[in-house]
């Protein structure tokens, strides 16, 4: 779990409770889901907190935090930004391994040394969080007086540029150090160039950003000395980039309510790309639903409207009432700071905190339970049984799988309505090329393990009850996932007469009407695959296995196979 050094005096002022003693502010920050875990050597706190409210990585995030707790402040805040005086532009040589940008400007701030420790730690921490390590996103923030700025138009303004340069490229002065150096000897003779060289070592071409002057940073590794910020700087330009926009702005917007809360005053920064212009930082207020019916159930209390209205105000949201039929809906507004509010549910979350926890009455439930399998449990374990005593042997396979593997291998095109077609589920950055997305049906893990026991003696029947899933934006996830049913049989004979034997077997043992209509499937022989009809409804596909899938997985013998919702037996 993250962790955060907080100063209590400093706390204290920024909240404006001086009369808080230490102990009062560590239940305080309980209350909010921040921990006491220690000191450090020079007295500050250190406060575990969910990695959620990333928020409250910096100390004015925390106190933030508090005043809403204490009544302080009420209701969303938005800063009011000045225009834009300055812009990024965008180069068509910038790296396609980083190829976003964005920023703000801050003025005025009123840098102590204690702000600033508090800015250095939001900075990495906001890294080691959002940023995966400056992989994702990385910051840089540099004293704006230092910075010369191009012409932007002949109206005026100011402009910097990120592009991309050859390793051997321009020189200048990194952090930390007094000579210039290229960006590929910062990667190699730099102490924090080492440390994140893995990060660009393998790109054509780095990625860095110019003013009128010359190359100040050289992002995601160090910035340039030159624009070293100080407990003197007062104007701030703040840049990040990074492998996602949406993450970097919500980085970037972050920052900007913590040199707010620090007296600042914000102001746009134009990111000008190729095909839009973009007007940053993103402080755009977003909405979220959530019925009255849904917070009683949730915290187990009888609230009126007027008091939800009351603990969403405390929460730091806004929020409206209105009737629709017998229900109270409320549409609350969510600050533009606030990344983690997902669902509904992290709305009834904030209004339980500031009702208080601590609070809520502990009661018996209205009915009497006895612990047991749920029902879906027991029908896996149901049809497990079934498989293995027909012989299968029980499989559990990763439920994440690449789309080369779901789709290219098994002669499936993503975004058609076959069985294992439809909108995969993909990592945005995965860990590993294997594993890329969630699979949307489970017969290629079935076709990977016998691909990799060619080597064993056959027959090989192979079965697995697993978790599958597509995008369906109906869904509150956006995510449709199901249990489903996959076997093979892979032997000198097998055939679809085989594989239908087996799964009428199962369906018997579930009073379960079995239809097989004829039906085409990319991944199965024409004319020798069916729909599979459990009670009237499509669940799912049979049939032998293309002879263009057995040879892309290197298997001699014919296969096999069926697949089918594991609900439909229900």
């Given at each position: 779990?993250?962790?955060?050094?907080?100063?209590?005096d400093e706390l204290?002022?920024?909240?404006g409770?001086?009369?808080k003693?230490d102990?009062e502010l560590?239940?305080?920050?309980?209350?909010?889901?921040?921990e006491?875990?220690?000191?450090?050597?020079?007295?500050d706190?250190?406060?575990e907190?969910?990695?959620?409210r990333?928020?409250?990585l910096?100390?004015e995030?925390?106190?933030?935090?508090?005043r809403?707790?204490?009544?302080?402040?009420?209701?969303?805040?938005?800063?009011?930004?000045n225009d834009p005086?300055w812009?990024?532009?965008?180069?068509e040589?910038?790296?396609d391994e980083?190829p976003y940008v964005t920023?703000?400007?801050?003025?005025?701030?009123n840098?102590s040394?204690?702000?600033?420790?508090?800015?250095?730690q939001l900075?990495?921490?906001?890294h080691?969080t959002?940023?995966r390590?400056?992989?994702?996103g990385?910051i840089g923030?540099?004293?704006l007086?230092?910075?010369?700025?191009?012409?932007a138009?002949e109206?005026?303004?100011?402009?910097?540029q990120?592009?991309?340069?050859?390793?051997?490229?321009?020189?200048?002065?990194?952090?930390?150090?007094?000579?210039?150096?290229t960006p590929?000897e910062v990667?190699?003779?730099?102490?924090t160039?080492?440390k994140?060289?893995?990060?660009v070592?393998?790109?054509e071409r780095?990625?860095?950003?110019?003013?009128?002057?010359?190359?100040?940073?050289?992002?995601?590794?160090?910035?340039?000395r030159?624009?070293?910020?100080?407990?003197?700087?007062?104007?701030l330009?703040?840049?990040l980039?990074?492998t996602?926009?949406?993450t970097?702005?919500?980085?970037?917007?972050?920052i900007?309510?913590a040199?707010?809360?620090r007296?600042?005053?914000?102001?746009?920064?134009?990111v000008?790309?190729?095909?839009?212009?973009?007007?940053?930082?993103?402080?755009?207020v977003?909405t979220?639903?959530?019925?009255?019916?849904?917070?009683?159930t949730?915290?187990?209390?009888?609230?009126?409207p007027?008091?939800?209205?009351d603990?969403l105000?405390?929460s730091?949201?806004?929020?409206?009432?209105?009737?629709?039929?017998?229900?109270?809906?409320?549409?609350?507004?969510?600050?533009?700071?606030?990344?983690?509010v997902?669902?509904?549910?992290?709305?009834?979350?904030?209004?339980?905190r500031?009702?208080?926890?601590?609070?809520?009455?502990?009661?018996y439930?209205?009915?009497?339970?006895?612990?047991?399998?749920?029902?879906?449990?027991?029908?896996?374990?149901?049809?497990?049984?079934?498989?293995?005593g027909?012989g299968?042997?029980?499989?559990?396979?990763?439920?994440?799988?690449?789309?080369?593997?779901?789709?290219?291998?098994?002669?499936?095109?993503?975004e058609?309505?076959?069985?294992?077609g439809g909108t995969?589920?993909?990592?945005?950055?995965?860990?590993?090329?294997?594993?890329?997305?969630?699979?949307?049906?489970?017969?290629?893990?079935?076709?990977?393990?016998?691909e990799?026991?060619?080597?064993?003696?056959?027959?090989q029947?192979?079965?697995?009850?697993?978790?599958?899933a597509?995008?369906?934006?109906s869904e509150?996830?956006?995510?449709a996932?199901?249990?489903?049913?996959a076997s093979v049989?892979?032997?000198?004979?097998?055939?679809y007469?085989?594989?239908?034997?087996?799964?009428?077997?199962i369906?018997r043992?579930?009073?379960?009407?079995l239809?097989?209509?004829?039906?085409?499937?990319?991944?199965?022989?024409?004319?020798?695959?069916?729909?599979?009809?459990?009670d009237?409804?499509t669940?799912g596909?049979?049939?032998?296995?293309?002879?263009?899938?057995?040879?892309e997985?290197?298997l001699?013998?014919?296969v096999a196979?069926?697949?089918f919702?594991?609900e439909?037996?229900?």
């Open positions: 779990m993250p962790t955060v050094d907080v100063s209590p204290r002022r920024l909240t409770h001086d009369e003693d102990e560590k239940d305080d920050m309980f209350a909010l889901g921040l006491y875990e220690g000191e450090t050597e020079e007295g706190m250190q406060l907190f969910a990695p959620d990333l928020d409250r910096s100390i995030g925390v106190a933030r935090s508090l809403y707790q204490y009544g302080d402040d009420r209701g969303i805040y938005v800063p009011k930004p005086d812009s990024i532009e965008v180069d040589s910038v790296p980083r920023g703000a400007i801050a003025r005025g701030v840098l040394e204690e702000a600033l420790d508090s800015l250095i900075q990495e921490k906001l080691a959002m940023g390590k400056r992989a994702k990385a923030i540099h004293d007086t230092m910075l010369k700025g191009s012409s138009t109206e005026g303004g100011n402009s910097i990120y592009v991309g340069v050859d390793p051997d490229g321009d020189r200048f002065v990194p952090l930390d150090s007094d000579a210039e150096m590929e990667l190699r003779a730099h102490p160039g080492e994140y060289a893995d990060l070592s393998d790109d780095y990625p860095a950003i110019y003013d009128d002057i010359g190359l100040f940073s050289f992002p995601p590794v160090i910035n340039g030159r624009t070293e910020v100080t407990s003197d700087s007062r104007d330009f703040i840049e980039t990074g996602d926009q949406w970097i702005d919500k980085m970037c917007t972050i900007c309510y040199l707010d809360a007296g600042a005053t914000i102001e746009e920064v134009e000008n790309y190729d095909d839009r212009t973009l007007v940053r930082p993103d402080l755009e977003t979220k639903a959530v019925t009255h019916d849904r917070i009683e949730l915290l187990g209390i009888d609230l009126a007027d008091e939800v209205l603990l105000a405390r730091g949201l806004s929020g409206g009432a209105s009737e629709e039929g017998d229900s109270v809906v409320y549409e609350v507004e969510i600050p533009p700071y606030r990344v983690d997902l669902h509904p549910v992290d709305i009834v979350d904030d209004i339980g500031a009702y208080g926890f601590n609070d809520l009455s502990p009661r439930p209205d009915v009497g339970t006895v612990g047991g399998r749920h029902e879906r449990s027991q029908l896996e374990d149901a049809a497990r049984e079934v498989l293995v027909l299968f042997e029980d499989l559990l396979n990763f439920h994440m799988i690449s789309e080369e593997e779901n789709f290219e291998r098994m002669r499936v095109e993503p058609t309505d076959v069985v294992g995969s589920a993909a990592i945005k950055n995965p860990y590993s090329e294997d594993y890329t997305m969630l699979r949307t049906w489970a017969l290629p893990s079935l076709l990977m393990v016998l990799n026991n060619t080597h064993r003696s056959y027959p029947d192979l079965a697995e009850i697993g978790l599958a597509k995008v369906d934006e509150n996830t956006g995510l996932e199901h249990r489903t049913v049989l892979a032997r000198h004979d097998a055939s007469e085989d594989a239908k034997a087996r799964l009428q077997a369906v043992n579930f009073d379960v009407s239809e097989t209509p004829p039906t085409e499937h990319p991944a199965f022989i024409s004319g020798r695959v069916a729909d599979v009809v459990l009237g409804e669940a596909v049979i049939g032998e296995v293309h002879p263009e899938v057995l040879v997985h290197d001699e013998l014919p196979g069926f697949e919702r594991l439909a037996l229900e």
